[in-house]
T-cell receptor, first 113, second 113 residues
Framework: DQQVKQNSPSLSVQEGRISILNCDYT??????FLWYKKYPAEGPTFLIS?????DKNEDGRFTVFLNKSAKHLSLHIVPSQPGDSAVYFC????????????FGKGTLLTVNP | GAGVSQSPSNKVTEKGKDVELRCDPI?????LYWYRQRLGQGLEFLIY????????KSGLPSDRFSAERTGESVSTLTIQRTQQEDSAVYLC???????????FGQGTRLTVV
């Protein structure tokens, strides 16, 4: 049973527009959420995180929104750039740490010039 | 080196053979994790090391899987009597502590034929 779900395997957007990547979770004990970005033949790299005590966290062009009642989070990238093209993984944990993360299957984002 | 290093990058093995995968974490990182990603799936947690001990082995899928870490540094993941379902990318990550950002290696792609 998948506890973290990314229902869109892929997303394509134009350069300069907004990219919105979605993630749903089922485990109500999760209280810490992360987004990772992965280029081909490389390991995932940490992008941004959010604790369940917040509903928004922003870092430059990247913003993560958390809706606890809906058990839903989203990553917004504005403006999107071709270098953002990668697989984005949503991950979750309880206890606010990076230990034993539960990952979604990932969404392949393609930003077209 | 500056990052987490894994070897080999690729490994093809015959069903029934044993394989050893190596991880060199970032120097000074006390926490080390192994994950695997099967085709079309998210990353699955396998095992967590704190120093040289493994307080959480709950993700190891069977007793054919084992891991050790020595000198609070290098870790090896051993899979005995490999099966085709063991085919995956095996990722190692390390962090200063279990509560700080985890840095991933590029992974070892294991193919069991």
């Amino acid at each position: 049973d998948q506890q973290v779900k990314q229902n869109s395997p892929s997303l394509s957007v134009q350069e300069g527009r907004i990219s919105i990547l979605n993630c749903d979770y089922t485990n109500s004990m999760f209280d810490y959420f992360l987004w990772y970005k992965k280029y081909p033949a490389e390991g995932p790299t940490f992008l941004i995180s959010i604790s369940s005590i917040k509903d928004k966290n922003e870092d430059g062009r990247f913003t993560v929104f958390l809706n606890k009642s809906a058990k839903h989070l989203s990553l917004h990238i504005v403006p999107s750039q071709p270098g953002d093209s990668a697989v984005y993984f949503c991950a979750a944990n309880r206890g606010g740490s990076n230990y034993k993360l539960t990952f979604g299957k990932g969404t392949l984002l393609t930003v077209n010039p | 080196g500056a990052g987490v290093s894994q070897s080999p990058s690729n490994k093809v093995t015959e069903k029934g053979k044993d394989v050893e995968l190596r991880c060199d974490p970032i120097s000074g990182h006390t926490a080390l994790y192994w994950y695997r990603q099967r085709l079309g799936q998210g990353l699955e947690f396998l095992i967590y090391f704190q120093g040289n001990s493994a307080p959480d082995k709950s993700g190891l899928p069977s007793d054919r899987f084992s891991a050790e870490r020595t000198g609070e540094s290098v870790s090896t993941l051993t899979i005995q009597r490999t099966q085709q379902e063991d085919s995956a990318v095996y990722l190692c990550a390390s962090s200063l502590t279990r509560d700080t950002e985890a840095f991933f290696g590029q992974g070892t792609r294991l193919t069991v034929v």
